[in-house]
């Protein structure tokens, strides 16, 4: 899940519609119609899905994310009807990034000073919020686009075409950890899974998580099973009435399972 912040005009930088979307990436890789078709469309559904301060919320969805009988599009949209002050959210909604995400409260109160660069999700939070020695999970982060932003997505997509086999997440990781992050100068928040949580490490506090992402985890059936427990959890919570002393998230079992089965 992408939360995006508009910092610089769509046609400053030749790459400023990449950083807006994956969307526009994707399409461009897979027709040859004219790209300043798609970019005159991409721009007005940015205009349509932003939010007053130019924040569009962008989600990844693929054929196996509408299937089956319970597809993993309404889980992520039922949380959004389910969770605390997230409703309104979904009209800024732009749907191309990873949705086995559920959003049970507005994360945007939880995401600080508009003038980070990049906010991301890890796996497993060491304690400090500026150690790029944390995991990082590419299933929610909030990035601003400007020149810093925009060098990074060329780094990270330049590479990843050096890098076939290797997931987006991995590529984006071991710029990180050769040091990209600091060379271009980025201020990079790395979010509490207290408050951005996931399969990889609980939160520890219902009272105040805001997402739930289905990581650690190996197939779209097992994250299914998984976030339809975690809706499940977030239903007995909301009917406790603030008692959640005896509360603990169900086990990720289906998940659990997933890494000693065959795809």
């Known amino acids: 899940m992408r939360a995006l912040q508009q910092d610089v005009p769509v046609d400053q930088h030749p790459k400023a519609r990449i950083l807006l979307g994956l969307w526009i990436f994707s399409l461009v890789s897979l027709t040859d119609a004219d790209e300043e078709f798609h970019g005159d469309e991409l721009e007005e559904a940015l205009a349509k899905a932003a939010t007053e301060n130019n924040t569009v919320i962008l989600v990844v969805a693929n054929k196996a994310y509408t299937e089956g009988d319970k597809p993993m599009l309404d889980?992520?949209?039922?949380?959004f009807w389910l969770g605390i002050d997230t409703h309104?959210?979904?009209k800024h909604l732009l749907v191309v990034a990873d949705m086995d995400v559920l959003w049970l409260r507005?994360?945007?109160l939880r995401l600080m000073n508009e003038s980070l660069d990049l906010q991301i999700s890890v796996d497993n939070f060491n304690g400090d919020q500026w150690s790029d020695n944390n995991p990082i999970n590419t299933g929610f982060y909030m990035i601003r686009s400007n020149e810093k932003t925009i060098a990074l997505y060329d780094e990270w997509y330049d590479e990843k075409d050096r890098s076939p086999g290797k997931k987006e997440q991995d590529v984006l990781f071991d710029l990180m950890r050769k040091g990209a992050f600091k060379r271009l100068g980025l201020e990079v928040r790395f979010l509490d899974t207290v408050y951005f949580s996931g399969?990889?490490?609980?939160?520890?506090?219902?009272?105040?998580?805001?997402?739930v992402h289905a990581n650690c985890?190996?197939?779209?059936?097992?994250?299914?099973a998984d976030l339809i427990a975690v809706l499940h959890d977030w239903k007995r919570y909301r009917a406790s009435s603030g008692d959640v002393s005896g509360f603990r998230w169900s086990e990720h079992i289906a998940c659990k399972?997933?890494?000693?089965?065959?795809?």
Do not use: G
């Open 75 to 79: 889980i992520f949209l039922d949380a």
């Open 88 to 90: 309104p959210l979904t």
């Open 106 to 108: 507005n994360p945007f």
């Open 199 to 211: 399969f990889c490490q609980n939160s520890r506090d219902v009272h105040v998580v805001s997402t």
């Open 217 to 224: 985890c190996r197939s779209i059936r097992a994250k299914v």
């Open 257 to 263: 399972n997933s890494w000693h089965r065959r795809r």
